[in-house]
């Protein structure tokens, strides 16, 4: 095969996965809970020649207060399903609202590369 | 928590919350999951007619869940609390596996089926679930409830469209009459309103209605409690001749501090807006809790 294909995960082991910091940010807190993330640009090898980033560059993330409470919980030690239900009692918003809205709001952080994954190896009927 | 919906109301674990929502009053299915996997089917039909026999519809429904063979292990059932007709029960042998109840409601003329998905043997169907069902007919008062945002419709109002976002949810309903009414509720209203203030949140829903309408008057606060803010719209002159469209609207919109939460209704007709208003956030309040705790613990 030239190509792999993705491992399929169940919805228990996505739940069970825990979010941990990739990227090596300053923070700067905020006023109304929220916070900035200033996280450096890597570029690749062939960008770097090509755009010249100069060094010490970097982008930064604003974070609402939700999403910095989010983020702080995102430690690899913290499950998705543990950030879903502390949420829901904090905020006291049904488990299926809150599950719906931290589940994009990972995948955002994913895709932009400040958090991985780390999934636990478990049989899909482990809660 | 209290699901209720087109008509028929049901006590579920608070942990359990609606997947899929499809169908009208006529006919439809709501599907609740927990976090982990689906917990309960609920559908609902119409049926009738002149050689309409209970029995046989019943029986029908659940051969077609289950199939023949396992149809014929379901067993009568009695169903306190509701005009129920032919009520029948079946329960898998072996879970995990599909536990159904069909009923047909007298007092709505459907066919009600329940189809809760048992991890394990456990009573939670027909001790749990079966005694909090209560279906409610076309001429009176019809309840919803749906995660949090639940309210009481005049009869006679059926639901024309639902936008179920999290922390965004709203319903809105029509009566034959031409009357109209929307119900929108926002989740941590203080948030929200850090973010933009109780007249935009207005504006906003005013929009909804389209380039044809536009604000009457500046917003109004009550000065009574709860405080609620009234805003007018309405048609614009140049749209006098469009008669299918309302004369205008009325928007009412409140911060409900106990739930923070931002309810914002919007109708055709200023009392049906006030109304409405009033009954919103019927089912938190009502105590709820007790029986359906100790189900969670039970199941997980």
């Given at each position: 095969m030239f190509w792999s294909r993705k491992p399929k995960i169940t919805k228990p082991q996505a739940l069970a996965a825990k979010p941990l910091q990739l990227a090596k940010c300053t923070v700067t807190e905020?006023?109304?809970?929220?916070?900035?993330?200033k996280v450096p640009i890597q570029p690749s090898r062939i960008a770097g020649r090509l755009f010249r980033v100069p060094e010490g560059t970097t982008k930064t993330f604003e974070l609402e207060a939700i999403g910095y409470s989010v983020w702080k919980q995102c430690d690899g030690?913290?499950?998705?399903?543990?950030?879903?239900?502390?949420?829901?009692?904090?905020?006291?918003?049904?488990?299926?609202?809150?599950?719906?809205?931290?589940?994009?709001?990972?995948?955002?952080?994913?895709?932009?590369?400040?958090?991985g994954m780390a999934m636990p190896d478990a049989s899909p009927d482990k809660e | 928590m209290i699901i209720a919906w087109q008509g028929w109301r049901l006590e579920v674990p608070d942990r359990w919350g609606p997947v899929r929502v499809e169908g009208d009053a006529d006919a439809g299915y709501l599907l609740m999951a927990d976090l982990h996997r689906p917990r309960l089917g609920?559908?609902?039909?119409?049926?009738?007619?002149?050689?309409?026999?209970?029995?046989?519809?019943?029986?029908?429904?659940?051969?077609?869940?289950?199939g023949q063979l396992a149809a014929q292990d379901a067993r009568p059932l009695s169903m306190d609390g509701g005009n129920w007709q032919a009520p029948l029960l079946?329960?898998?042998?072996?879970?995990?596996?599909?536990?159904?109840?069909?009923?047909?409601?007298?007092?709505?003329?459907?066919?009600?089926?329940?189809v809760y998905h048992a991890h394990h043997r456990d009573r939670v169907l027909t001790q749990r679930l079966l005694p909090t069902l209560v279906d409610t007919s076309r001429s009176e008062v019809w309840e919803w409830s749906i995660f949090d945002l639940s309210c009481r419709t005049p009869s006679g109002m059926v639901m024309a469209k639902h936008r179920l976002n999290a922390g965004?949810?709203?319903?809105?309903?029509?009566?034959?009459?031409?009357?109209?009414?929307?119900?929108?509720?926002?989740?941590?209203?203080?948030?929200?309103?850090?973010?933009?203030?109780?007249?935009?949140?207005?504006?906003?829903?005013?929009?909804?209605?389209?380039?044809?309408?536009k604000f009457g008057s500046s917003p109004v606060e009550s000065e009574g409690e709860p405080k609620r803010v009234r805003q007018q719209v309405v048609r614009r002159r140049?749209?006098?001749?469009?008669?299918?469209?309302?004369?205008?609207?009325?928007?009412?919109?409140?911060?409900?501090?106990?739930?923070?939460?931002?309810?914002?209704?919007?109708?055709?007709?200023?009392?049906?807006?006030?109304?409405?208003?009033?009954?919103?956030?019927?089912?938190?309040?009502?105590?709820?809790?007790?029986?359906?705790?100790?189900?969670?613990?039970?199941?997980?």
């Open positions: 905020a006023p109304d809970g929220g916070a900035q993330l030690k913290t499950s998705v399903q543990q950030i879903i239900r502390r949420l829901s009692k904090q905020y006291n918003i049904s488990l299926r609202e809150m599950e719906v809205s931290t589940v994009a709001f990972l995948q955002t952080l994913v895709r932009k590369g400040l958090i | 609920m559908r609902w039909k119409v049926a009738g007619g002149k050689r309409f026999k209970a029995e046989v519809a019943v029986t029908a429904a659940v051969r077609q869940e289950v079946y329960e898998d042998d072996e879970p995990p596996g599909r536990d159904i109840c069909v009923a047909y409601s007298l007092t709505s003329g459907r066919i009600i089926e329940l965004d949810l709203s319903l809105s309903f029509t009566h034959k009459d031409g009357s109209a009414v929307t119900v929108r509720q926002l989740a941590m209203a203080k948030l929200a309103l850090q973010r933009r203030p109780m007249e935009r949140w207005i504006a906003e829903q005013a929009a909804w209605h389209g380039k044809q309408f140049r749209y006098g001749w469009a008669w299918w469209l309302a004369k205008g609207y009325t928007v009412l919109a409140r911060h409900d501090q106990e739930r923070d939460r931002l309810v914002i209704v919007d109708a055709t007709d200023e009392a049906l807006a006030s109304e409405l208003m009033d009954t919103v956030g019927w089912a938190s309040t009502k105590q709820t809790k007790g029986s359906m705790e100790s189900m969670d613990t039970e199941e997980d």
